[in-house]
């Protein structure tokens, strides 16, 4: 990711913040939207569900300058979610929620430059997510 690319990500997701329990809402509803088969891999409450989700996010997105410093998180959460039953076409499915999600989010912001930033974090966040459910000795830098 470009330093322009993270410094929009991290600004916008600011934005996003104080409205994350809706953020989070507009996510899981365009994601069952989307393959409603993706409803029995959520057992929590879904309010929880939501927070846990911007929770995660934040950390992310405040680490994205550094990514070094979220790369085991991310892994450790890419294995869980194997573990929950999460495939690898459920990566492409969240990537279209999580875009509609930020857009109706920040639409009065919302730009293509802004829709390219957010891909890029969320094509790394998810790559490194799902190199957590690879054999430690197939992933580059695996510790």
Not at 56 to 63: K, Y
Request: glycine share 6%; aromatic share 10%; hydrophobic share 50%.
């Amino acid at each position: 990711m470009s330093p322009q690319h993270v410094d929009l990500v991290q600004h916008s997701w600011r934005s996003v913040l104080p409205v994350g329990d809706t953020f989070a809402e507009l996510f899981y509803g365009k994601l069952l939207a989307l393959d409603a088969s993706l409803g029995k891999l959520f057992k929590d409450d879904p309010i929880e569900q939501g927070r846990n989700l911007t929770a995660m996010l934040s950390v992310a997105v405040g680490s994205l300058a550094h990514p070094e410093r979220i790369t085991y998180a991310l892994r450790q959460l890419g294995k869980r979610h194997v573990a929950y039953g999460v495939m690898p076409a459920h990566f492409e499915v969240a990537e279209e929620a999580l875009l509609f999600a930020l857009e109706h989010a920040l639409i009065d912001v919302w730009t293509a430059e802004l829709e390219s930033a957010w891909r890029a974090a969320y094509r790394f966040f998810a790559t490194t997510m799902q190199e957590g459910a690879i054999p430690c000795t197939a992933v580059p830098a695996c510790p």
